[in-house]
């Protein structure tokens, strides 16, 4: 069962947008720039989140769906930085940034620097039930707790910003639309485990892709004595996907890339390593020229969700075996199988639940919930 989000009954919005510069349908109209500053007002925002946190009483915030802006699209106002904004908080290979990972309230303050600046990282940071710190395009904070956080409201305006009561945030029912909690989602528990093994013993499955980070993919070539060594090293909450081996036709493969159209290219290198590109037809030459130069093996895959053909799909649950993510995998056709069977439903639910029906198509790599515009 995936984890309910539940609403808070304190919700601000915290900007440094006067109110009384809002035209009458909301949208600012005064002279703000709605970067940051990297300076005194951007120091103001992480003083009034630290002091919502200890006017809530909490020290410990939660990371959910955290993620990286894609590689092909950049979708701030400020450029990305290298390492995201990550680096000092995080090992470069960002263990211990993934869903459900908890961190200091200082921790999840320089986040939230990191979200103001478009450095590249996005998250929501949460305690259940208790306190959530959404970020929004613009600077738009967006703060809950279930205290009315009185002495944080009047130090939020003593630092010059402006706090605004709300019934709700905006990002509550964009996750709601995201991740459809009324789905089935199928878990990486034993049964997926026991069925992975047998599809690797034989030679229907062959690769992992391990998505523990919005736009991020890891990608692990599977045989029957690395598997359980390969699981072990999984990051929490992850969503896994299985696919056949990738062919070693790698010349018929990059003469067939389109010649008007952007694809993923999942490649194997000379040395075992699995990477992968999203790539259009104006970087094919390089890629082939350059990452590409030495691949051993190749797949060419669609970027919808709609158009790629995995064997199936599974969330991590955690160590005593609940779905707490809320991110969902496409389900495909041995997915919608499985719901059948382990989740009996009456017809009529069956018909409309979600996950047994075949998805939308969504576009890869993008993240799954636009922060909330501010001015527009």
Same mark, same amino acid.
């Given at each position: 069962? #995936? /984890?309910?989000?539940?609403?808070?009954?304190?919700?601000?919005?915290?900007?440094?947008?006067?109110?009384?510069?809002?035209?009458?349908?909301? =949208?600012?109209?005064?002279?703000?720039?709605?970067? @940051?500053?990297?300076?005194?007002?951007?120091?103001?925002?992480?003083?009034?989140?630290?002091?919502?946190?200890?006017?809530?009483?909490?020290?410990?915030?939660?990371?959910?769906?955290?993620?990286?802006?894609?590689?092909?699209? =950049?979708?701030?106002?400020?450029? #990305?930085?290298?390492?995201?904004?990550?680096?000092?908080?995080?090992?470069?290979?960002?263990?211990?940034?993934?869903?459900?990972?908890?961190?200091?309230?200082?921790?999840?303050?320089?986040?939230?620097?990191?979200?103001?600046?478009?450095?590249?990282?996005?998250?929501?940071?949460?305690?259940?039930?208790?306190?959530?710190?959404?970020?929004? +395009?613009?600077?738009?904070?967006?703060?809950?707790?279930?205290?009315?956080?009185?002495?944080?409201?009047?130090?939020?305006?003593?630092?010059?910003?402006?706090?605004?009561?709300? /019934?709700?945030?905006?990002?509550?029912?964009?996750?709601?639309?995201?991740?459809?909690?009324?789905?089935?989602?199928? !878990?990486?528990?034993?049964?997926?485990?026991?069925?992975? =093994?047998?599809?690797?013993?034989?030679?229907?499955?062959?690769?992992?892709?391990?998505? =523990?980070?919005?736009?991020?993919?890891?990608?692990?070539?599977?045989?029957?004595?690395?598997?359980?060594?390969?699981?072990?090293?999984?990051?929490?909450?992850?969503?896994? #996907?299985? +696919?056949?081996?990738?062919?070693?036709?790698?010349?018929?493969?990059?003469?067939?890339?389109?010649?008007?159209?952007?694809?993923?290219?999942?490649?194997?290198?000379?040395?075992?390593?699995?990477?992968?590109?999203?790539?259009?037809?104006?970087?094919?030459?390089?890629?082939?020229?350059?990452?590409?130069?030495?691949?051993?093996?190749?797949?060419?895959?669609?970027?919808?969700?709609?158009?790629?053909?995995?064997?199936?799909?599974?969330?991590?649950?955690?160590?005593?075996?609940?779905?707490?993510?809320? +991110?969902?995998?496409? !389900?495909?056709?041995?997915?919608?199988?499985?719901?059948?069977?382990?989740?009996?439903?009456?017809? !009529?639910?069956?018909?409309?639940?979600?996950?047994?029906?075949?998805?939308?198509? @969504?576009?890869?790599?993008?993240?799954?919930?636009?922060?909330?515009?501010?001015?527009?």
């Amino acid at each position: 069962m #995936t /984890a309910q989000r539940g609403a808070l009954p304190y919700v601000y919005r915290i900007t440094k947008y006067d109110p009384a510069e809002r035209d009458e349908h909301g =949208h600012y109209v005064g002279a703000e720039d709605s970067i @940051s500053d990297h300076g005194a007002v951007e120091a103001a925002y992480l003083q009034a989140v630290a002091a919502f946190a200890a006017s809530t009483g909490i020290d410990r915030l939660a990371i959910r769906e955290p993620g990286l802006a894609p590689g092909f699209a =950049h979708f701030g106002l400020e450029p #990305t930085v290298e390492g995201h904004g990550l680096t000092g908080l995080f090992p470069p290979d960002l263990a211990g940034f993934h869903d459900g990972a908890e961190v200091s309230v200082e921790t999840g303050v320089e986040l939230v620097r990191a979200m103001l600046r478009d450095n590249g990282a996005f998250c929501s940071l949460e305690v259940e039930d208790r306190f959530f710190v959404h970020i929004g +395009w613009d600077q738009y904070t967006y703060l809950g707790s279930t205290e009315p956080c009185d002495d944080a409201v009047a130090r939020t305006r003593e630092l010059g910003l402006f706090p605004e009561p709300l /019934a709700a945030s905006p990002y509550e029912d964009a996750y709601e639309d995201a991740y459809d909690e009324t789905g089935v989602q199928r !878990p990486a528990d034993a049964d997926f485990w026991a069925r992975l =093994h047998t599809s690797v013993a034989d030679g229907e499955a062959a690769i992992l892709e391990e998505s =523990h980070l919005l736009n991020v993919s890891r990608w692990h070539r599977l045989t029957s004595r690395n598997l359980d060594a390969v699981r072990a090293r999984l990051a929490p909450r992850a969503r896994l #996907t299985i +696919w056949p081996d990738l062919s070693t036709d790698v010349t018929a493969a990059l003469a067939a890339l389109p010649d008007q159209d952007t694809v993923e290219i999942v490649w194997e290198n000379s040395d075992g390593r699995i990477a992968s590109t999203i790539a259009d037809d104006t970087q094919f030459e390089a890629l082939t020229a350059t990452r590409l130069a030495d691949a051993r093996a190749i797949a060419v895959l669609p970027i919808t969700e709609d158009d790629r053909r995995p064997l199936f799909t599974a969330v991590l649950p955690d160590a005593d075996g609940v779905l707490r993510a809320r +991110w969902r995998t496409t !389900p495909t056709a041995s997915d919608r199988t499985w719901a059948r069977e382990r989740v009996p439903l009456p017809l !009529p639910a069956l018909q409309d639940d979600p996950c047994l029906r075949p998805a939308a198509p @969504s576009p890869r790599d993008s993240p799954p919930t636009p922060r909330p515009p501010g001015r527009h």
